[in-house]
């Protein structure tokens, strides 16, 4: 269908360790958007993919999109207290619905100090 | 987003009271959307809107209604609401014109005792 799965649903790690966190389909993807949501705040746009093989940084940051467009994943190397919430993927859904996003279940990051 | 405003911000209502959530935004966007969060299951689409006379059902809209007043504002109305509505609330917003980034408003929290 038109889902996305996200791996791993919660991710600890001490500061200053690495995380990633994957986003699958089994279906090919147009694009997809990374979001973050701060605890207590609300989901804010990262960045978007389009590109088969695609790897985009933000600073620690780095996205990539699959060759074949059916996997994404985020990277933070070196991890911060301020990296602390939850990551969500989001495909955008093809056909007569077109930019009807479908999001993960996202990944929660905690990050102890 | 600050551009996007969410009424109220939290909200204690009794079973098969109905209530109204209100969002308006600031941005000159075309689409609206409504959401609803639970712990774990990430954000699941109820309503959305292309445009002021375009409504469309989203993933789980049984028990909830929307209006697109104007082109600025959407509300959600929970005709008769139960406990497992539940939930935090998210309007969000997106332009034809931006790659459909999605910008959302700060969250309604509701509870339905």
């Known amino acids: 269908g038109q889902q996305v799965m996200q791996i791993p649903q919660y991710q600890h790690v001490q500061e200053g360790e690495d995380f990633t966190t994957y986003c699958n389909s089994s279906?090919?993807?147009?694009?997809i958007q990374w979001y973050k949501q701060r605890p207590g705040g609300h989901p804010v746009f990262l960045i978007q993919?389009?590109?088969?093989?695609e790897v985009k940084k933000q600073k620690r940051l780095t996205f990539q999109f699959g060759e074949a467009k059916k996997n994404s994943s985020l990277h933070i190397t070196a991890t911060q207290t301020t990296d602390v919430g939850t990551y969500f993927c989001?495909?955008?859904?093809?056909?007569?619905?077109?930019?009807?996003?479908?999001f993960g279940k996202g990944t929660l990051l905690t990050v102890n100090p | 987003d600050a551009d996007v405003t969410q009424t109220p911000r939290n909200r204690i209502t009794k079973t098969g009271k109905r209530i109204m959530l209100e969002c308006s935004q600031t941005k000159g966007h075309d689409r609206m959307y409504w959401y609803r969060q639970d712990p774990g299951l990430g954000l699941q689409l109820i309503y959305y809107?292309?445009?002021?006379?375009?409504?469309n059902k989203g993933e789980i809209s049984d028990g909830y209604s929307v209006s697109r007043q104007a082109q600025a504002k959407f509300s959600l109305s929970l005709e008769s609401a139960i406990p497992n509505q539940t939930a935090l609330y998210f309007c969000a917003t997106s332009d034809t014109r931006g790659s459909d980034i999605q910008y959302f408003g700060a969250g309604t929290r509701l509870s339905v005792l």
């Open positions: 809107s292309f445009d002021v006379k375009d409504i």
């Open positions: 993919l389009v590109k088969s093989g």
């Open positions: 279906t090919t993807l147009s694009n």
């Open positions: 989001a495909r955008q859904n093809s056909g007569g619905s077109n930019y009807k996003l479908t």
